[in-house]
């Protein structure tokens, strides 16, 4: 019998680390290949690690609540053969192409680094792509110090360093930190809170770590963007009669529900192809233009927490492809099986408030994106629409639709106008669309 480590797997770019929930199996219980054996946590989100051999779990390495680093053993497991082996991982996503030809020019395979005279000192926690960079840089530890990690507890991930460089020119070395502070997000994060005593009869309930995450995300956002909201009424009723005609013939065809996000979504793709500047990242005084249209899909779990599943190239797919996709993310989100990077890379997000049978929402713009759009509840209501014969009152399907937006990159033209488009696309909805 052979001896098999069971290394915890790269989950994306950034993510350096994992928490491990629960072991779904014991000591001397035996697993197959493929086999779930452990739920952990990262800042992005929760997830199962399959194992990819089958045999006799002999040795749990990492027990609940400890923390274990990407490409380290958190089991032993006994398997088939002789001598030992372990699972080939990185610890390191791969580089994904910057934005800029500044950044391209940064980042360097590890191994192609080279000699620099900047050490680190045993304080900061360093991940080795960035101090590569830092050290391929120049660029000190008191700056390192300087700079708002957006990572696990603070930690500086490959995003923030490539970010501080790409700002690092704009004032003199010596105005580094300042520099720094027009990137990452103020601080404190969180304002001071005043004391509550509990009264009697009142019940503490402790924050989970998903909400605690959520409860410092939406406060940096606020704190970051200056939020502006535009609200618009639709008239969908030709949406709406469409997905009737369609729905029960597509789930027969596909196997899938066909709800109205992918028509949602496709209308949002539609309109920011029409406005690009919508699409865009805020970089200290740099506005990147994303090339791909990423859109986050905000999604209630059944614990109460929130979580944003994200269509990767949403222009690229058709309205089949982005009902498949939706459905795909729901279902793994609901159910805890959604991956690292199926969470990374929205470029804008939808938040769906009618599903919960609210009329309209003003939603926080999750950070680094510079809009988002909350659509209403479906509502059937009187409405006057003008005819050849004159203005007539009829029975309409109508939802509000609110669009948040950073007042620091997209004024009320822009964001007016892009949705002003997308409420177009869905009140001119044609009945004789392909599914």
């Known amino acids: 019998m052979a001896e098999y480590k069971l290394l915890l797997p790269s989950m994306g770019e950034g993510v350096m680390e994992a928490t491990i929930i629960t072991w779904l199996f014991n000591e001397g219980d035996n697993v197959k290949e493929d086999d779930s054996v452990v739920e952990i946590a990262t800042d992005k989100v929760d997830s199962d690690v399959p194992t990819?051999?089958?045999g006799k779990i002999v040795k749990?390495?990492?027990?609940k609540d400890e923390v274990a680093k990407v490409g380290e053993a958190i089991a032993?497991?006994?398997?088939?053969?002789?001598?030992?082996?372990s699972e080939e991982v990185t610890t390191e996503a791969p580089a994904t192409t910057p934005d800029t030809e500044t950044l391209k020019t940064i980042e360097q395979p590890l191994q192609t680094v080279a000699a620099s005279n900047v050490e680190f000192s045993g304080d900061l926690y360093l991940s080795p792509l960035v101090k590569s960079i830092a050290q391929q840089e120049n660029i000190s530890e008191t700056e390192l110090k300087s700079i708002k990690g957006s990572g696990l507890e603070g930690r500086i991930?490959?995003?923030?360093i490539l970010a501080y460089v790409a700002n690092r020119g704009n004032q003199p070395a010596q105005q580094a930190a300042p520099v720094q502070q027009t990137v990452a997000a103020p601080t404190p994060v969180s304002a001071p809170a005043a004391t509550i005593t509990a009264a009697a009869g009142d019940e503490i309930i402790p924050?989970?770590?998903?909400r605690k995450i959520i409860a410092e995300n939406m406060v940096k956002a606020k704190q970051i963007a200056p939020h502006v909201t535009s609200f618009i009424e639709t008239d969908v009723t030709n949406v709406v009669k469409w997905r009737a005609k369609h729905k029960a013939a597509f789930e027969k065809r596909e196997g899938e529900k066909l709800t109205f996000m992918p028509i949602f979504v496709k209308a949002v793709v539609k309109a920011i192809q029409d406005f690009p500047m919508i699409n865009v990242s805020v970089s200290g005084e740099n506005i990147i233009k994303k090339k791909n249209i990423n859109i986050g899909m905000a999604t209630a779990l059944p614990d109460g927490n929130l979580i944003v599943p994200v269509i990767k190239n949403a222009d690229q797919l058709s309205l089949s492809g982005l009902a498949k996709a939706i459905n795909d993310l729901a279902y793994r989100a609901r159910n805890k099986k959604l991956r690292p990077e199926d969470t990374q890379g929205a470029t804008y997000t939808i938040s769906n408030v009618g599903s919960f049978g609210n009329l309209m929402g003003t939603p926080i713009i999750p950070q680094p994106q510079v809009a988002i759009l909350a659509i209403g509840a479906i509502v059937k209501k009187p409405a006057v629409l003008e005819t050849a014969d004159g203005d007539v009152i009829a029975i309409r399907n109508l939802m509000f639709m609110s669009h948040s937006y950073d007042h620091r990159v997209v004024d009320g033209s822009l964001g007016g106008m892009m949705l002003k488009h997308v409420h177009d696309y869905l009140e001119n909805w044609d009945l004789n669309t392909e599914i």
Not at 76 to 85: D, K, R
Not at 207 to 210: E, G, I, K, P, S
């Open 207 to 210: 924050m989970d770590r998903m």
């Open 52 to 54: 990819p051999v089958s």
């Open 76 to 85: 032993i497991l006994e398997i088939e053969g002789e001598g030992s082996a």
């Open 60 to 63: 749990i390495l990492k027990q």
């Open 157 to 160: 991930t490959k995003e923030d």
